[in-house]
Nanobody, 123 residues
Framework: QVQLVETGGGLVQAGDSLRLSCAAS????????MGWFRQAPGKEREFVAG???????YYADSVKGRFTISRDNAKNTVCLQMNSLKREDTAVYYC?????????????????WGQGTQVTVSS
């Protein structure tokens, strides 16, 4: 079965960096668009960044210029490099996969999800 496993979350201070990784198995990874979403307490899950199989990326305005999404199709992994972290970046971060070729920002267009990893940014 398909599994997406996120790692790399933790507690950091504002201004620090953190790198999240997502390891995928059970699917033809290169055939999927990958995305990162996040959900803060009491808020809806929101799109953070997406990357197409060929490497085209798209970011939410709130993270543009600070976060970088990348993927390695040979290793079935997608990463999210997060720099200049802010308190408002605190959330559970989820990796997601969709079979379509386009990057979408709507959570219900993604088929597979990881269990999430907690990122906490303190001031």
């Amino acid at each position: 079965q398909v599994q997406l496993v996120e790692t790399g979350g933790g507690l950091v201070q504002a201004g620090d960096s953190l790198r999240l990784s997502c390891a995928a198995s059970g699917l033809t990874f290169s055939g999927y668009t990958m995305g990162w979403f996040r959900q803060a307490p009491g808020k809806e899950r929101e799109f953070v960044a997406g990357i197409m199989s060929g490497g085209i990326t798209y970011y939410a305005d709130s993270v543009k210029g600070r976060f970088t999404i990348s993927r390695d199709n040979a290793k079935n992994t997608v990463c999210l490099q997060m720099n200049s972290l802010k308190r408002e970046d605190t959330a559970v971060y989820y990796c997601a996969a969709r079979g379509g070729v386009a990057i979408t920002t709507t959570r219900n267009t993604y088929t597979y999800w990881g269990q999430g990893t907690q990122v906490t940014v303190s001031s």
